[in-house]
């Protein structure tokens, strides 16, 4: 079974925008990780963000964690078309070092 | 430093056969992970080893898959015998400890086709 949920599960911008993609789960989280899968390959982890933490930066990505609300961020900025990918989140659990997958947010990045 | 290394990267069988994936880890890295991956979805794990004990294979068809990773390193994943609804990429991942945290590093995926 799946924990996360991402919202929206595609969206399309323009290179140089903004995009931001969402992320809610159910159960309490040790913490939240964001990988991207681009077409054919396998996930790259981006960025871990703990539940005691409620921001975290890398580069252009910056992530945010709402423990209260169940819900997490992702703002990719000033996008390129090479942010051309899947973004999924994953939690990992209490008490378990198990990651759950969301099904992913489809982002396109048009030139 | 090379990464998670997995083979086939592509299969078709017919239904009733077996199949067999391979995973080559991140050297050093003590947990491997197997998951599945259907279109659309996120991965879902199958198995997790400790070195070369399986600790959460929870997920895992025992029916019709095995898994084994021999002398901690590498691991194969089996099917017998494949069903239509085995078609997926099947993804192998590996991390130092596997404790909270860990970063896990993914291959390419052996993407299964089953007719």
């Known amino acids: 079974s799946q924990q996360g949920e991402e919202d929206p599960q595609a969206l399309s911008i323009q290179e140089g925008e903004n995009a931001t993609m969402n992320c809610s789960y159910k159960?309490?989280?040790?913490?939240l990780q964001w990988y991207r899968q681009n077409s054919g390959r396998g996930l790259v982890h981006l960025i871990l963000i703990r539940s005691n933490e409620r921001e975290k930066h890398s580069g252009r990505l910056r992530v945010t964690l709402d423990t209260s609300k169940k819900s997490s961020s992702l703002l990719i900025t000033a996008s390129r078309a090479a942010d051309t990918a899947s973004y999924f989140c994953?939690?990992?659990?209490?008490?378990?070092?198990?990651?759950?997958f969301g099904k992913g947010t489809k982002l396109t990045v048009n030139p | 430093e090379a990464g998670v290394v997995q083979s086939p990267r592509y299969k078709i069988i017919e239904k009733k056969q077996p199949v067999a994936f391979w995973c080559n880890p991140i050297?050093?890295?003590?947990?491997l992970y197997w998951y599945l991956q259907n279109l659309g979805q996120g991965p879902e794990l199958l198995i997790r080893?400790?070195?070369?004990?399986?600790?959460?294979d929870s997920q895992l068809p025992k029916d019709r898959f095995s898994a084994e990773r021999l002398k901690g390193v590498d691991s194969t994943l089996k099917i017998q015998p494949a069903e239509l609804g085995d078609s997926a990429v099947y993804l192998c991942?590996?991390?130092?400890?596997?404790?909270?945290?860990?970063?896990?590093?993914f291959g390419p995926g052996t993407r299964l086709t089953v007719l």
């Open positions: 080893y400790e070195n070369e004990e399986a600790v959460d």
């Open positions: 994953a939690t990992e659990q209490g008490g378990s070092e198990k990651l759950v």
């Open positions: 050297s050093g890295h003590n947990t």
């Open positions: 991942a590996s991390s130092l400890q596997g404790i909270m945290g860990d970063e896990q590093f």
């Open positions: 159960t309490s989280i040790n913490n």
